[in-house]
């Protein structure tokens, strides 16, 4: 019974995966946010360093950082479609009324994320190295894991933010797709120390585990932020944030079945 209940979550899992990678192929434009967007970011940031004159070390604290947010804005994306599409399509109705839990519909939408989001972090790696001398293998496969595991959970929150804003705000969350994202950028110190902003945005990036990432990987290249335990910081408001955005997933579905925003939003 029990081997028989798994195989039915993990096809429950999957179908989400297929769906989002059947979306992803067929639609040019996603091209785009894999390929073109990533590559230009880096690009236009990495020429920069270069006429500042930026050591290999200073270039790469800035590096890090575009990188990262790369492979974040990637794979929130594809969670966030996987209500967004609907939502476009106005089909919103039909994904909900399958029997499926929420966690599978998250879960499966953030895999393909993953899976896409890695690839990025492997073609910005490789043209950092070739274009800017930045080895971002330095610090070993270990911490590089660690690292990537950090901003998949991060994209997995971000995405589950913007699910729970469609399901409140219906066409109007579509904006935080792409906005929350560019919040962070401001924030968690992508560009520069979260040191030199003014109060209280210091004190709002300590609650973001981003920062936290952030520092542990600039470590190995020199930065020393000052902060101890990083990586029980970054995971553990992960997993907080993670255990409180489900439990807010659900009520607001239940919301949106009770009041009819699902039907409304499929018409």
């Not at 924030?187 to 709002?204: A, E, H, K, M």
């Amino acid at each position: 019974m029990f081997l028989l209940n798994l195989q039915k979550i993990l096809i429950q899992i999957w179908a989400f995966v297929f769906k989002n990678w059947i979306i992803t192929k067929r639609n040019v434009f996603s091209l785009f946010e894999i390929l073109f967007w990533p590559v230009v970011g880096l690009f236009s940031v990495g020429l920069l360093t270069v006429f500042l004159q930026l050591d290999v070390d200073m270039s790469g604290f800035i590096l890090i950082g575009v990188i990262s947010m790369s492979v974040i804005q990637v794979c929130q994306i594809d969670v966030a479609y996987v209500l967004l599409y609907d939502l476009w399509s106005k089909s919103i109705k039909h994904t909900f009324i399958a029997p499926v839990r929420s966690f599978q519909l998250i879960l499966g939408s953030w895999l393909i994320g993953v899976i896409r989001s890695f690839f990025v972090f492997l073609l910005l790696s490789i043209f950092s190295t070739f274009a800017f001398s930045f080895d971002f293998l330095r610090p070993g496969a270990g911490p590089l894991v660690v690292f990537l595991l950090g901003l998949f959970l991060l994209s997995a929150l971000i995405g589950m933010s913007i699910c729970v804003l469609v399901l409140l705000f219906g066409y109007k969350a579509e904006v935080a797709a792409w906005s929350l994202v560019s919040l962070m950028v401001l924030i968690c110190g992508v560009y520069y120390p979260i040191s030199i902003l003014p109060f209280p945005l210091p004190q709002i990036a300590q609650a973001i585990p981003l920062t936290y990432f952030l520092e542990y990987f600039r470590s190995f290249y020199g930065f020393d932020s000052g902060y101890s335990n990083l990586l029980v910081w970054g995971f553990g408001l992960g997993g907080f944030y993670l255990f409180l955005e489900m439990v807010i997933f659900k009520a607001v579905l239940h919301h949106a079945r009770r009041t009819g925003v699902l039907i409304k939003l499929s018409e």
